[in-house]
């Protein structure tokens, strides 16, 4: 049996933009906050592969790992990822990231979230400035997270080419 490729697979829904061509400068409008320099490319995509295997999302894991790849990060460091807990190969700030990203998309039925003391320890590694980078680049997960779960683009195609119509 052979493997399916991108060009077998189909996305469940066409191009959201054909319907709904606003998204387009939404979603630019989050790329241009997570591009302002207040963190590193890298964090942003080392956040949102942990982000993307959180919600198990094949989309989302795909498109994060390509991207740590293109911009020279190791197989080790992304192949860590998914157990960053107890990994050697990440800076205190990227674990920061991480945890955050993982207290925001985990329920925690004992209490908040984001408690006081995680916020503490994101606000050592990061200043308002980058924190509000972070939390965009959180963002940016949720507002396509019913796009990619739901519709299903295609795993490592281009935006644009992602939808199967």
Do not use: C
Request: no cysteine.
């Amino acid at each position: 049996m052979s493997t399916p490729t991108t060009t077998d697979l189909r996305s469940r829904m066409p191009n959201p933009l054909s319907f709904l061509p606003e998204m387009a400068e939404v979603g630019e409008g989050l790329h241009k906050a997570l591009r302002n320099g207040a963190i590193s490319p890298t964090t942003i995509s080392l956040l949102q592969l942990r982000a993307g295997q959180i919600l198990g999302s094949t989309y989302f894991t795909i498109r994060e790992t390509s991207n740590l790849r293109r911009i020279g990060e190791s197989e080790e460091r992304i192949t860590a990822v998914a157990t960053w807990h107890d990994a050697t190969y990440f800076t205190d700030a990227e674990r920061v990231a991480l945890e955050l990203v993982e207290a925001v998309l985990t329920p925690n039925p004992a209490g908040e979230r984001v408690p006081d003391e995680l916020y503490a320890k994101a606000s050592a590694h990061y200043d308002d400035k980058a924190m509000w980078a972070l939390i965009m680049a959180i963002a940016h997960i949720g507002f396509f997270t019913p796009a990619a779960l739901i519709a299903k683009p295609i795993p490592g195609m281009p935006p644009g080419q992602n939808y199967s119509e």
